[in-house]
C-alpha cells in the first residue's frame, strides 16, 4: 500500500509539473529551400547548387521566468544537401588570358538533420510580433543520395551507391540565423534563415580511402579529398502552433526594478 500510494503521488506531480510546463511549448512545421555547397580541401572547383529544399518540425521550450530570454528546443529537418563540382575543363585564351570551361558532376544527398537549438528572441507591438535570433549544434544522417554529369550524361547517373569504407553517413556541425513571427491568437507565422555549417567530412579522408580511382563513374575523385564538408543556406516558412491561449508565463512577469542605494553624509560644524 505504501509503494502504491507513493507511485500515485509521483504519478499525479509528474502529471501536474508536464502540465504546467506544456504551456510553455510551440510545435512548428517548416518548409523552404536554399542553396548547398561543399569545402574541399586541397581546393577543387565548385559552384553553388541551389534546391537545397527543407521540410521538417520544430519544437520549443520558452522559459517561465524572465531570467533566461528565449527558448531551447530540436529540430528534424529533412534537407536536399550536395555539391557540384568541376571534374575537368577546356581552355581557351581571350585576351592573352587563359579562360577555363569546365564540366561539372552534381550529387545530391538526402539527409535527416537533428539541430539542438538556442533561440534568444524579444517582442514587440504588444506580444504580436517576435523577433529572435538562433544558434545551433546539429547531428545528420545521409539516407541516400544520387549523382549526375551535367555537361556529359554519357558518363553515367543515378543513385550513387553508399561504401563504408569510402563513405561518411554521420555528419555534425553548427547552424545560425535569424527569422520573425506574428502571433495570431495561439498562431505563429513566419520567416527563418538558417546558415548550416558542417565540420564533418562527406568522404573519408586520402589516409583511410586513397585510390579513388578504382571507383566507378560514381565517384570523379581520382584521390579522396583530405576534407570534405558541406554547407547549407536556407530560407523557410514557418507554420506554429503555441499550447497556451494568453500567452506564455514570462510576459506577465514583471521586473523587479533595480534600487540604487544613495549614500547621504552629513557634514557637521563643530
Not at 117 to 142: C, D, G, K, T
Amino acid at each position: 500500500m505504501r509503494l502504491r500510494n507513493i507511485l500515485i503521488c509521483l504519478t499525479a506531480a509528474l502529471g501536474s509539473g508536464l502540465f504546467d510546463a506544456g504551456a510553455q511549448h510551440t510545435l512548428t512545421a517548416v518548409a523552404g529551400t536554399g542553396i548547398s555547397t561543399a569545402r574541399f580541401y586541397p581546393d577543387e572547383e565548385t559552384r553553388t547548387l541551389w534546391g537545397a529544399h527543407d521540410i521538417g518540425v520544430s519544437w520549443r521550450y520558452y522559459s517561465p521566468t524572465p531570467r533566461f530570454v528565449g527558448a531551447m528546443g530540436a529540430d528534424l529537418e529533412y534537407i536536399r544537401r550536395g555539391f557540384s563540382l568541376g571534374y575537368t575543363y577546356t581552355t581557351e585564351i581571350v585576351d592573352d588570358k587563359e579562360i577555363r570551361n569546365y564540366e561539372y558532376y552534381t550529387r545530391r544527398i538526402n539527409t535527416l538533420m537533428l539541430p539542438l537549438v538556442w533561440q534568444p528572441h524579444f517582442y514587440m507591438a504588444r506580444n504580436h510580433l517576435r523577433f529572435y535570433i538562433e544558434a545551433a549544434v546539429f547531428f545528420s544522417y545521409n539516407m541516400s543520395s544520387t549523382y549526375v554529369y551535367d555537361d556529359n550524361p554519357s558518363k553515367g547517373g543515378g543513385d550513387y551507391p553508399y561504401k563504408s569504407v569510402r563513405d561518411n553517413r554521420l555528419g555534425y556541425g553548427l547552424a545560425g540565423g535569424a527569422g520573425f513571427s506574428l502571433l495570431f491568437g495561439q498562431v505563429e507565422f513566419g520567416l527563418r534563415a538558417r546558415y548550416w555549417f558542417g565540420y564533418s567530412d562527406l568522404l573519408k579522408n586520402r589516409n583511410k580511402y586513397y585510390d579513388s580511382a578504382t571507383d566507378g563513374q560514381e565517384n570523379p575523385f581520382y584521390y579522396s579529398p583530405l576534407r570534405s564538408p558541406l554547407d547549407n543556406i536556407t530560407l523557410s516558412i514557418t507554420l506554429g502552433w503555441r499550447f497556451n491561449k494568453g500567452g506564455f508565463d514570462s510576459w506577465n512577469v514583471k521586473r523587479e526594478k533595480r534600487s540604487r542605494s544613495r549614500e547621504v553624509f552629513k557634514y557637521s560644524l563643530d
